[in-house]
């Protein structure tokens, strides 16, 4: 008690000599201020704060100070959480934090501090800047990157092979020891894996981990802080690892015996059977070999590996016949020479299984000796001789009878023993080679040919070739020789062909028929010949051309010969040898016979279209005249009877004649009609013209009108024998009725009836009596 109040008067002491100094102090300054202003400057301690403090809020973390004396300071700050997160006495400038800080959200703040006068509001010093750093605890637990790991080993691999490795955080500061250090640990799982506790490297903890027994395991990894009050906090991840495959194990057959069936026409490609195996590896691990240990025939089959069914497929490599073998017995044995024999549980183990092939007996077609036949046989042969003979035979059991015979081809005929025959004689000249088709089909015990049992092989038939064709000239030579051509002098080269072969070694022959002419022949012996003037001065005035027989022989066997005829044209020439005119044979046209039928046929066509032109335009009808109305329609009836070649036809006859005619008739009872003017203009006649309506002609029509009114068995005017031709110059067309077919028109033709016997056969065919439903 007596220390404290010692104490508090020491201090009371202390602060009152302090105030007196300050005031002598103060009023020296301001004597002295006259003279010298004095420097001022802040005054503090650094400010550091923990994060996470404990205890009542707020926390002091500092203080800040001017060396100013001004009983009307105050202290400000500004900057980062200034007013909010810290706070100034601004009497004493301590500075303090309303909150707890967190290093992790933010370490360091930056902050203004300013001091002004209380009353003026102005600052009595600049301001100056200053930090406050909060410093870390270790109050983070770690937290992995990620909540999944995923990793892969393979089986059967060593112990401490690496798997994957895991990675997590922690917040603290890494700087300050033992904050941010970071221990793994296995906390599900370890029987299998473990983990590095600085590293996080996961690798496996046994040797014996058998994907097929388990391919996937699941662990669990916990990361603790090293450190701290808060060590026991950690962070969890999941990590999946999945064993990779490895090629250790054996295959084996899933049962002792394997028996299949097979027809004998099977094809190579085929498919006879599956061994079925069984390998627990993965399908790229899978190298199972087939091997037939014992049994005959083993080059007859193969055995093909599937890995992804774990079969083996069996094809036949050859041809099986019932007929040879009837069954394959083999015994199999399934090995992989590429296992791992390291990490195997089954070494050394051998898959043996027997294989029973059963060949099924099927009725099949003939088979040729030969897959194809040439023959040779000389041209203008004898055809009773066979060309060649082809053999099938039955290859089942029953041997049955074969029959021959020749697909698509009429020159050869083929007997029952399959010898070929010609049916004419070959001409190498026509066709030197011929191919047929030979077809073998079974027989039955009833001579009947068996369906769909038929063999076919192709026959190839050279024709030989003998010297039956004579030479001839290799071209239709033409040559021509001046009148006044000297002896010796050479007139054309010739030369030979020959239809039949023409070997290497052939030589022609050339020779005169005769030597009583006034050329020379010249044999060059290599197959040509020069023809020459023997004695020259030729008179064209008692021949003009020459025609010089000449013959080739050939040397064959036998020899072939021919006499060709050369004819020479005698010209008139200049003095240099210049044919100047020549009067050779007229040459003939090169027109072909197929040239010639195109043009008759061309001829011919045009021909035809020429008549159908004209028969169209002689029987075209159309009915335009009885489209208008009934008055019309009387009235050029009436008004052109019978005009001949057309309105423009007037030389012959007078209109006005028969027009008079017409009015008369016009007038009597039986075809009162009104007369109407003509709608088409009419030629004017001179009076001379030697026609009169009351003369000789207008009494014979009158008469011949009369008659054809009262006559019931003539002709109907209405007929394409009288109005089928109006005239090359009218603009009518024909008015019959039997040219023009059915009419759209909606007329009452009825009215027809009463003009009288020379429409009756217009009013039967348009009149209303026989029906809306009538066509003609």
């Given at each position: 008690?007596?220390?404290?109040?010692?104490?508090?008067?020491?201090?009371?002491?202390?602060?009152?000599?302090?105030?007196?100094?300050?005031?002598?102090?103060?009023?020296?300054?301001?004597?002295?201020?006259?003279?010298?202003?004095?420097?001022?400057?802040?005054?503090?301690?650094?400010?550091?704060?923990?994060?996470?403090?404990?205890?009542?809020?707020?926390?002091?973390?500092?203080?800040?100070?001017?060396?100013?004396?001004?009983?009307?300071?105050?202290?400000?700050?500004?900057?980062?959480?200034?007013?909010?997160?810290?706070?100034?006495?601004?009497?004493?400038?301590?500075?303090?934090?309303?909150?707890?800080?967190?290093?992790?959200?933010?370490?360091?703040?930056?902050?203004?501090?300013?001091?002004?006068?209380?009353?003026?509001?102005?600052?009595?010093?600049?301001?100056?800047?200053?930090?406050?750093?909060?410093?870390?605890?270790?109050?983070?637990?770690?937290?992995?990157?990620?909540?999944?790991?995923?990793?892969?080993?393979?089986?059967?691999?060593?112990?401490?092979?690496?798997?994957?490795?895991?990675?997590?955080?922690?917040?603290?500061?890494?700087?300050?020891?033992?904050?941010?250090?970071i221990f793994y640990e296995v906390i599900q799982g370890k029987e299998y894996f473990?983990?590095?506790?600085?590293?996080?490297?996961?690798?496996?903890?046994?040797?014996?981990?058998?994907?097929?027994?388990?391919?996937?395991?699941?662990?669990?990894?916990?990361?603790?802080?090293?450190?701290?009050?808060?060590?026991?906090?950690?962070?969890?991840?999941?990590?999946?690892?999945?064993?990779?495959?490895?090629?250790?194990?054996?295959?084996?057959?899933?049962?002792?015996?394997?028996?299949?069936?097979?027809?004998?026409?099977?094809?190579?490609?085929?498919?006879?059977?599956?061994?079925?195996?069984?390998?627990?590896?993965?399908?790229?691990?899978?190298?199972?070999?087939?091997?037939?240990?014992?049994?005959?025939?083993?080059?007859?089959?193969?055995?093909?590996?599937?890995?992804?069914?774990?079969?083996?497929?069996?094809?036949?490599?050859?041809?099986?016949?019932?007929?040879?073998?009837?069954?394959?017995?083999?015994?199999?044995?399934?090995?992989?020479?590429?296992?791992?024999?390291?990490?195997?549980?089954?070494?050394?183990?051998?898959?043996?299984?027997?294989?029973?092939?059963?060949?099924?007996?099927?009725?099949?077609?003939?088979?040729?000796?030969?897959?194809?036949?040439?023959?040779?046989?000389?041209?203008?042969?004898?055809?009773?001789?066979?060309?060649?003979?082809?053999?099938?035979?039955?290859?089942?059991?029953?041997?049955?009878?074969?029959?021959?015979?020749?697909?698509?081809?009429?020159?050869?005929?083929?007997?029952?023993?399959?010898?070929?025959?010609?049916?004419?004689?070959?001409?190498?000249?026509?066709?030197?080679?011929?191919?047929?088709?030979?077809?073998?089909?079974?027989?039955?015990?009833?001579?009947?040919?068996?369906?769909?049992?038929?063999?076919?092989?192709?026959?190839?038939?050279?024709?030989?070739?003998?010297?039956?064709?004579?030479?001839?000239?290799?071209?239709?030579?033409?040559?021509?020789?001046?009148?006044?051509?000297?002896?010796?002098?050479?007139?054309?080269?010739?030369?030979?062909?020959?239809?039949?072969?023409?070997?290497?070694?052939?030589?022609?022959?050339?020779?005169?028929?005769?030597?009583?002419?006034?050329?020379?022949?010249?044999?060059?012996?290599?197959?040509?010949?020069?023809?020459?003037?023997?004695?020259?001065?030729?008179?064209?005035?008692?021949?003009?051309?020459?025609?010089?027989?000449?013959?080739?022989?050939?040397?064959?066997?036998?020899?072939?010969?021919?006499?060709?005829?050369?004819?020479?044209?005698?010209?008139?020439?200049?003095?240099?040898?210049?044919?100047?005119?020549?009067?050779?044979?007229?040459?003939?046209?090169?027109?072909?016979?197929?040239?010639?039928?195109?043009?008759?046929?061309?001829?011919?066509?045009?021909?035809?279209?020429?008549?159908?032109?004209?028969?169209?335009?002689?029987?075209?009808?159309?009915?335009?005249?009885?489209?208008?109305?009934?008055?019309?329609?009387?009235?050029?009836?009436?008004?052109?009877?019978?005009?001949?070649?057309?309105?423009?036809?007037?030389?012959?006859?007078?209109?006005?004649?028969?027009?008079?005619?017409?009015?008369?008739?016009?007038?009597?009872?039986?075809?009162a009609v009104e007369a109407r003017p003509c709608g088409y203009p009419q030629a004017?006649?001179?009076?001379?013209?030697?026609?009169?309506?009351?003369?000789?002609?207008?009494?014979?029509?009158?008469?011949?009108?009369?008659?054809?009114?009262?006559?019931?068995?003539?002709?109907?005017?209405?007929?394409?024998?009288?109005?089928?031709?109006?005239?090359?110059?009218?603009?009518?067309?024909?008015?019959?009725?039997?040219?023009?077919?059915?009419?759209?028109?909606?007329?009452?033709?009825?009215?027809?009836?009463?003009?009288?016997?020379?429409?009756?056969?217009?009013?039967?065919?348009?009149?209303?009596?026989?029906?809306?439903?009538?066509?003609?």
């Amino acid at each position: 008690m007596y220390s404290c109040c010692c104490f508090v008067l020491l201090f009371f002491l202390t602060f009152m000599l302090a105030c007196a100094h300050g005031e002598d102090l103060s009023m020296s300054a301001s004597r002295n201020n006259i003279h010298k202003r004095m420097k001022r400057e802040w005054v503090w301690n650094t400010m550091h704060i923990y994060e996470e403090l404990n205890g009542t809020l707020p926390h002091h973390i500092g203080k800040i100070k001017s060396t100013i004396q001004n009983p009307n300071a105050t202290y400000v700050i500004e900057g980062e959480g200034a007013g909010t997160l810290f706070r100034v006495d601004e009497r004493t400038g301590d500075v303090a934090a309303n909150e707890r800080l967190d290093r992790e959200k933010k370490a360091i703040y930056q902050l203004r501090a300013l001091i002004i006068d209380r009353n003026t509001k102005k600052p009595l010093e600049p301001p100056s800047m200053f930090f406050i750093t909060v410093h870390d605890v270790n109050d983070n637990a770690p937290v992995f990157e990620q909540r999944v790991f995923n990793g892969s080993v393979a089986e059967m691999s060593p112990l401490g092979t690496s798997v994957t490795t895991v990675t997590a955080v922690d917040a603290d500061d890494p700087t300050l020891h033992g904050h941010a250090d970071i221990f793994y640990e296995v906390i599900q799982g370890k029987e299998y894996f473990k983990i590095e506790e600085r590293s996080g490297k996961i690798t496996t903890a046994v040797r014996d981990l058998d994907r097929e027994q388990t391919p996937t395991y699941t662990i669990v990894v916990k990361a603790m802080d090293g450190k701290g009050l808060h060590s026991k906090e950690s962070g969890t991840a999941t990590v999946h690892i999945k064993l990779i495959d490895i090629n250790d194990n054996f295959p084996t057959f899933k049962q002792e015996n394997f028996i299949f069936e097979v027809p004998e026409t099977i094809r190579l490609d085929a498919k006879v059977g599956s061994l079925e195996v069984v390998d627990i590896d993965e399908p790229q691990n899978r190298n199972t070999k087939y091997i037939f240990v014992q049994g005959p025939y083993q080059d007859t089959f193969e055995i093909e590996p599937k890995p992804e069914t774990n079969e083996g497929i069996i094809r036949p490599k050859k041809p099986l016949d019932f007929e040879n073998i009837a069954i394959y017995r083999f015994v199999v044995e399934a090995n992989d020479a590429n296992i791992n024999y390291a990490y195997s549980r089954t070494k050394g183990l051998k898959s043996i299984a027997r294989l029973t092939i059963k060949v099924i007996d099927v009725d099949e077609p003939p088979i040729f000796a030969q897959p194809s036949y040439t023959f040779q046989v000389e041209e203008e042969g004898d055809i009773k001789r066979p060309i060649g003979c082809v053999s099938a035979k039955d290859p089942d059991k029953a041997k049955r009878e074969i029959r021959y015979r020749i697909l698509r081809s009429t020159g050869f005929e083929i007997s029952t023993t399959g010898c070929i025959f010609a049916t004419k004689p070959l001409d190498r000249e026509e066709r030197a080679w011929h191919n047929i088709t030979v077809s073998a089909s079974e027989v039955d015990q009833n001579k009947m040919v068996v369906p769909k049992l038929e063999t076919h092989v192709p026959v190839y038939i050279k024709v030989n070739d003998i010297n039956d064709n004579a030479p001839e000239f290799a071209y239709p030579y033409n040559p021509r020789v001046c009148e006044h051509a000297s002896p010796r002098t050479v007139i054309v080269s010739i030369s030979a062909i020959d239809k039949d072969e023409m070997p290497p070694n052939v030589k022609f022959k050339f020779s005169l028929v005769s030597e009583d002419s006034n050329f020379t022949l010249l044999d060059n012996h290599d197959n040509t010949a020069n023809i020459s003037v023997k004695y020259g001065q030729f008179n064209r005035e008692l021949v003009k051309t020459h025609y010089l027989p000449i013959v080739i022989s050939d040397n064959g066997s036998p020899p072939r010969s021919s006499t060709n005829v050369l004819p020479i044209h005698v010209c008139k020439c200049d003095e240099d040898g210049t044919f100047t005119f020549c009067e050779e044979a007229a040459k003939q046209v090169g027109v072909t016979v197929p040239a010639l039928v195109a043009i008759f046929i061309c001829i011919l066509t045009i021909v035809v279209i020429m008549l159908l032109i004209a028969w169209r335009r002689r029987h075209k009808k159309d009915l335009n005249v009885l489209k208008k109305n009934v008055e019309e329609i009387h009235e050029q009836l009436v008004a052109y009877d019978e005009e001949g070649g057309g309105e423009m036809d007037t030389n012959s006859y007078d209109v006005s004649v028969l027009n008079s005619a017409r009015q008369r008739s016009m007038a009597s009872p039986k075809m009162a009609v009104e007369a109407r003017p003509c709608g088409y203009p009419q030629a004017q006649k001179s009076p001379g013209n030697g026609f009169s309506g009351t003369g000789e002609m207008g009494i014979m029509i009158e008469m011949k009108k009369d008659e054809a009114d009262l006559d019931g068995d003539l002709l109907p005017y209405d007929t394409l024998h009288i109005y089928g031709y109006e005239g090359a110059e009218s603009i009518a067309e024909s008015l019959s009725s039997l040219g023009s077919g059915s009419s759209d028109s909606e007329i009452d033709y009825d009215f027809l009836n009463d003009w009288g016997p020379r429409f009756k056969m217009l009013a039967e065919l348009y009149g209303l009596e026989y029906g809306d439903d009538f066509a003609y």
